[in-house]
C-alpha cells in the first residue's frame, strides 16, 4: 500500500462536500454557525458571573435550557416527520437568530439582567430542540446512503472544530471589545446558517401508514423501549454518569477570576483544551473500527474522562496561587477529558444505532438528544451548587470522582454492557 493511500484512510471523506452543492452549503452555514454558537454559550456563562459573581448563578443557566429542551425536544422528531423538512428547519433558524440578535442588543443597551439573560437562553433552547433534529434528518435527502457515514463524520469534525475555536474566540472577543461584541459576532455568523437552510430544495418526510401518529405517544413507546434493552438503556445512563456528575464548563468563569487568573481568555483555554481533546481523537479514530468490546471501551472512556476531571480539581485544590503550570496542566487534562468523551460518544452512538430496530431509531433520537443536550446542562447545576458551597476545585475533585465511582457500580450492575460484542450485537 502506498504511503499517501495509507494516510488518507485516516482524514475525513470529502466526497458528500464534492457531489452535493446542498449539502456543502448545509455544512458550511452550520459549521460557521456552530462556532458562534459556541462562542455564545461561553460568552452566556462570563456575563452571569459577571452580573452575580455566582457560580450557582451561572449553573442556572443550565436549568433555564434544559427545561425546555426536555419539554420541546421529545416532540422534536414528531414535528419534523409530519412537516417539510427544510421549513421546519427554516422556522427554527430563525427563531436561533432572533435570539442572537435579542443577546446582542441587551449586551449592546447595558441591560444589566439576569433575569433577561436566563429568558433568552431557554428561547433559544427551544428553538435548537427542534432545529437539530431537523437538520440531521435532512441530511439523509442531499446525499446517497452509501455517502452517509461520510456526511456524519464531516458534521462531526465541524462540532468539533467549533468546540475548540468558540472559545478561543469568546476569551479573546469578550476580553478585547467586551460582550456585546462577542454576541454581535455570533449574530452575524449565523447568517451562514439561514443561506444554507434557504437554498436548499423541499424536503419532505417519507411518511408511511401510521406516521402521522406520532407524538407523545409514539414518544412514549420509544421510552418504554429503554426499559427493556439494558444495553441500550446504558448508553444513556453511562453519559449521564459523566454529564450530571463532572461537567467541568460551569467552573470555568470561576476559575478564570479567581482560581487561575486571566479572566475570560483562560476560560477560553479551557474550553479549548477539552474541545481539542475531542478534535484530536475524532481524527485518530480509524482503528476504533476494529474494536469488538465496545461496552467495555464505553465505561472504560467514561473511568478516564471522571479521573482526569478529578485530576484537574486536585490540581485546583493542592497548587499554590503562585504555581504558573497549573494553567498548562488544567488545559492538559480537560483535553484528556474532551478525547475520553468523543471515544465513548463514538461507540455509544454506534450501539445505540446496530441495537435499535430501525421502526424506533427516530423516537429514540428524539431521547438522545434530551439526554446528549440535557445532561450538561444538569450538570451545570450540580458542579455550580456544589462550587457554591465547596469551592471550584473541591466540586471538580469531587464530581470527577462521583463519576467514576458511578460508571463503575453501573458496569457492575449492567455486565451484559461490559461484555457486549459488535459481532454480536445484544439489544
Do not use: K
Not at 449539502?23 to 452566556?44: E, K, P
Not at 435548537?128 to 469534525?157: D, E, K
Not at 407524538?215 to 434493552?229: A, I, P, Q
Not at 450501539?351 to 445532561?375: E, S
Amino acid at each position: 500500500m502506498e504511503p499517501r493511500t495509507a494516510r488518507r484512510r485516516w482524514l475525513v471523506d470529502t466526497t458528500p462536500l464534492r457531489e452535493s452543492p446542498a449539502f456543502r452549503r448545509l455544512w458550511v452555514g452550520q459549521s460557521l454557525a456552530g462556532i458562534g454558537t459556541q462562542l455564545t454559550v461561553v460568552t452566556v456563562g462570563l456575563q452571569a458571573y459577571d452580573l452575580t459573581s455566582s457560580t450557582f448563578a451561572v449553573g442556572l443557566v443550565g436549568v433555564f435550557a434544559l427545561v425546555p429542551l426536555v419539554a420541546l425536544g421529545l416532540y422534536g422528531g414528531a414535528l419534523v416527520d409530519a412537516h417539510d423538512r427544510r421549513r421546519v428547519a427554516l422556522l427554527a433558524s430563525l427563531a436561533l437568530w432572533a435570539v442572537a440578535i435579542a443577546l446582542a442588543a441587551q449586551a449592546w443597551l447595558g441591560s444589566g439582567s439576569i433575569e433577561l439573560l436566563y429568558a433568552l437562553v431557554a428561547l433559544q433552547s427551544a428553538a435548537f430542540a427542534v432545529n437539530n433534529p431537523a437538520r440531521s434528518a435532512i441530511v439523509p435527502g442531499l446525499v446517497p446512503a452509501a455517502q452517509l457515514p461520510a456526511a456524519n463524520a464531516l458534521s462531526g469534525t465541524a462540532n468539533a472544530l467549533a468546540l475548540t475555536a468558540g472559545p478561543l474566540l469568546a476569551g479573546f472577543l469578550v476580553d478585547g471589545g467586551g460582550f456585546r461584541v462577542a454576541y454581535t459576532v455570533d449574530a452575524v455568523t449565523f447568517v451562514a446558517a439561514l443561506a444554507g437552510v434557504w437554498r436548499l430544495p423541499p424536503v419532505p418526510p417519507h411518511r408511511p401508514d401510521g406516521a402521522r401518529r406520532a407524538g407523545l405517544r409514539s414518544v412514549l413507546e420509544g421510552v418504554r423501549f429503554l426499559g427493556t434493552r439494558p444495553n441500550v438503556r446504558a448508553t444513556f445512563l453511562v453519559d449521564l454518569c459523566a454529564m450530571v456528575l463532572a461537567m467541568p464548563r460551569v467552573l470555568y468563569p470561576a476559575i478564570g477570576a479567581v482560581d487561575l487568573g486571566g479572566g475570560a481568555r483562560t476560560v477560553g483555554l479551557l474550553g479549548a483544551g477539552f474541545a481539542a481533546g475531542s478534535v484530536l481523537a475524532g481524527l485518530l479514530s480509524g482503528p476504533l473500527g476494529q474494536v469488538r468490546r465496545q461496552g467495555a471501551v464505553v465505561v472504560g472512556c467514561v473511568a478516564v474522562y471522571g479521573a482526569a476531571v478529578a485530576a484537574f480539581g486536585a490540581v485546583l485544590v493542592a497548587a499554590p496561587d503562585g504555581a504558573g503550570w497549573r494553567l498548562a496542566a488544567c488545559t492538559g487534562l480537560l483535553a484528556v477529558c474532551g478525547a475520553a468523551d468523543a471515544v465513548s460518544s463514538i461507540f455509544r452512538g454506534t450501539i445505540l444505532q446496530v441495537a435499535t430496530p430501525d421502526a424506533l431509531r427516530g423516537r429514540l433520537q428524539g431521547v438522545f438528544i434530551v439526554v446528549v443536550a440535557g445532561g450538561p446542562r444538569l450538570g451545570d447545576v450540580v458542579l455550580g451548587g456544589t462550587a457554591e458551597l465547596t469551592g471550584e476545585g473541591v466540586a471538580a475533585l469531587a464530581g470527577g470522582l462521583a463519576c467514576v465511582v458511578a460508571v463503575l457500580l453501573l458496569a457492575r450492575a449492567q455486565r451484559g454492557f461490559t461484555r457486549y460484542d459488535a459481532l454480536h450485537p445484544q439489544p
